[in-house]
């Protein structure tokens, strides 16, 4: 029997001199990926103080949500949209570039998607 990886992984990447929050979705994220993802992202959040977080997602492996994670990781960006100053989001797929347009409305800094992680990170840097 083959398993089936989803969720997500989270930490703190630092490139040169520049700190990133990092995130790494894999697969169909799902309701329950979310009930463990929240509390992680509100701890990994809670001690930045006038929070102004650069993030890097890699979507590459991202297939998508089921309905129910979808409205999760919406009310997700509320509550944390106005953290971040920039989010780089670098996938592989059209939708995903589509997605992360919609996230900018959501999220009180810049959101930008890239097909490049170098370029992603060369962007967050600035």
């Known amino acids: 029997m083959k398993s089936y990886k ?3 992984s989270i930490g703190i990447n630092r ?17 329950e990926d979310y009930e463990k993802i929240n509390p992680m992202i509100d701890n990994a959040l809670l001690g930045i103080k006038e929070a102004k977080i650069k ?3 890699d979507a590459t492996q991202l297939e998508g949500w ?11 960006g509320l509550k ?3 953290e971040f100053e920039k989010i780089a989001i670098y ?4 939708w ?8 900018s409305w959501f999220i009180s800094g810049e959101v930008k998607f890239f097909e490049n992680e170098d370029e992603a990170i060369k962007w967050l840097k600035n």
């Open 6 to 8: 989803h969720g997500l």
């Open 55 to 57: 993030a890097l997602i």
């Open 96 to 103: 995903q570039e589509y997605i992360s347009k919609i996230a």
């Open 91 to 94: 996938g592989n797929e059209k």
């Open 80 to 82: 944390h949209g106005s």
């Open 66 to 76: 089921e309905l129910r994670a979808a409205w999760d990781d919406f009310k997700l």
């Open 15 to 31: 490139v040169d001199n520049e700190f990133f929050l990092f995130l790494k979705a894999i697969g169909k994220l799902s309701h």
